[in-house]
């Protein structure tokens, strides 16, 4: 802002650019002119206008550096007029500019998932496709010792027993991965035709990273009636899958940590978020191994929303004792 038309708004809200920054609303309390030199301006904050950019290499919230009521100097270069007369306070304001930093940030991401697909569309075309999905995946080789089989983590130096491991392969198949279920020794069970497939001592198998996922271990974990109700619950609230954030599975932990134990019971939490609403559910569930006759299986599910609406589901193959 020039100095002629500076004067006229002392005593006044203006906008300070700070540039990456952030941008706030001061009033112009003085003009500060010294000849042959550009003229500064001594403003009092009283809001913020556009919340700082974030430091995306270091991935931190960058804080506004002017609080409420401080002095600030600065080039009169930096003063210009606002866009529209601020009615708010400075807390509120920070609130607001947070909320927009929000929105663009996720119009960004929308963007770079347009781009994404674009990408991986042009990777398809040059039968390079599976270069994307490289790094979801933990590389293992098959050591047999004796009779046992295990699978050992070349970078790790880490081996555990495939054995009852509960995670889904894939094997090289004609230079094709395809995924495939263990049976014993060093057989494996092709997933899309069922049939067997025999591999060798230090032959490479893989899993998908995303199977190590608490949520979708207990995805799996559920039987097809279980899995229903927790479907149906979502279904009535306007969620699905997607829309998971977090999830404490207990469970995964007791089975884990117990190779022994025929019985668990406890509680699992899960959180859902969507544009508008926050959800948590509640899953109760008890499991009972039972060595003549079909285990026995309860799941609970209660859900609540932040806005105060709730819903409950379950399955059993008996009564429990809830």
Known sequence: MDRKKAKQFIGQEVLID???????IGILEKMITEPNKPWRALTRITGIYEYPDFDFDKLELVEPFLKEDQHHECSGQRIALLPHPFTTNYNDSVKHALKEKWDEVQQI?????????????????????HLVFEDSYEYYQLVKKGRKVHILDEDKRETMSIEGCPFEFEINVDGEWVQATYVSGLTFVINKNNRQKD??????????????????????????????????GLQKLGIGHEHSVYCHNSLLMQLLNSFD???????????YANSNNQFVVQHHYERTAKHNGKPVTFDRFEFTSDAGERVLTTYATQLSNE
Do not use: C, M, W
């Not at 770079?112 to 040059?126: C, M, P, T």
């Open 199 to 232: 591999l060798t001592h230090g032959s490479t198998i893989r899993l998908n990273k995303t199977q190590f996922d608490p949520y979708r271990i207990l995805i799996n974990e559920l039987e097809n009636a279980s899995l229903h109700a927790l479907e149906k």
């Open 261 to 271: 134990q025929e019985q668990f019971h406890g509680v699992n939490f899960i959180s």
């Open 18 to 24: 700070e540039g990456d920054h952030g941008q706030y």
């Open 109 to 129: 991401n929308q963007d770079s998932e347009i781009i994404l697909s674009l990408i991986q569309q042009e990777l398809r075309r040059l039968h390079a496709e």
